[in-house]
T-cell receptor, first 116, second 109 residues
Framework: ETGVTQTPRHLVMGMTNKKSLKCEQH?????MYWYKQSAKKPLELMFVYNFKEQTENNSVPSRFSPECPNSSHLFLHLHTLQPEDSALYLC???????????????FGEGSRLTVL | GQNIDQPTEMTATEGAIVQINCTYQ??????LFWYQQHAGEAPTFLSY??LDGLEEKGRFSSFLSRSKGYSYLLLKELQMKDSASYLCAPVDSNYQLIWGAGTKLIIKP
């Protein structure tokens, strides 16, 4: 138990569906992250929220839409995805010190997404 | 560009010692993390080095040489539960972690 909870753990969707991934952290952190993990590839940072403000968007396609309503919750809204988007999506949180290093990341178990 | 290089896979015997190397090139440097990830589970923090030298934590030790852009993770008295992927991640000048693809460690009895 890392203090970061992701739901659903597994998701299968068609290319025309709309779904959302949810992440909740119980650690009192101020920074939250979405990562994509594909087999045998490095973790790809998608989005960063620091104190609820988006500070990073690593050229992610618009079919992925993040939402951070408060510092404990993070969503990733998915629509019209492609089969190559199939991957493990990991949420993480950290202390989120403004203007500097945010400390160690605590990861959720991930949401395994399959796009048909 | 930024680049992380670590072996794709390593095999070791239970009870032995294994060293997993990581070389990196980043825009600036603010320390280096090692994470462990068991199959189907979340990555978990192992160590963070910001100064040169060896830091020991139980059976696991991590070494850093900033001048050489090099780090290693040393695992002693290997146990079957150490079978996992080990991720090297230096921190760049923007305080972003730059991840390697990970080293899959297989422990054999």
């Amino acid at each position: 138990e890392t203090g970061v909870t992701q739901t659903p753990r597994h998701l299968v969707m068609g290319m025309t569906n709309k779904k959302s991934l949810k992440c909740e952290q119980h650690l009192g952190h101020n920074a939250m992250y979405w990562y994509k993990q594909s087999a045998k590839k490095p973790l790809e940072l998608m989005f960063v929220y620091n104190f609820k403000e988006q500070t990073e968007n690593n050229s992610v396609p618009s079919r992925f839409s993040p939402e951070c309503p408060n510092s404990s919750h993070l969503f990733l809204h998915l629509h019209t995805l492609q089969p190559e988007d199939s991957a493990l999506y990991l949420c993480a949180s950290s202390q989120g010190l403004a203007g500097g290093f945010t400390g160690e990341l605590f990861f959720g178990e991930g949401s395994r997404l399959t796009v048909l | 560009g930024q680049n992380i290089d670590q072996p794709t896979e390593m095999t070791a015997t239970e009870g032995a010692i294994v060293q997993i190397n990581c070389t990196y090139q980043t825009s600036g440097f603010n320390g280096l993390f090692w994470y462990q990830q068991h199959a189907g589970e979340a990555p978990t923090f192992l160590s963070y080095n910001v100064l040169d030298g060896l830091e020991e934590k139980g059976r696991f030790s991590s070494f850093l040489s900033r001048s050489k852009g090099y780090s290693y993770l040393l695992l002693k008295e290997l146990q079957m539960k150490d079978s996992a992927s080990y991720l090297c991640a230096p921190v760049d000048s923007n305080y972003q972690l730059i991840w390697g693809a990970g080293t899959k460690l297989i422990i054999k009895p």
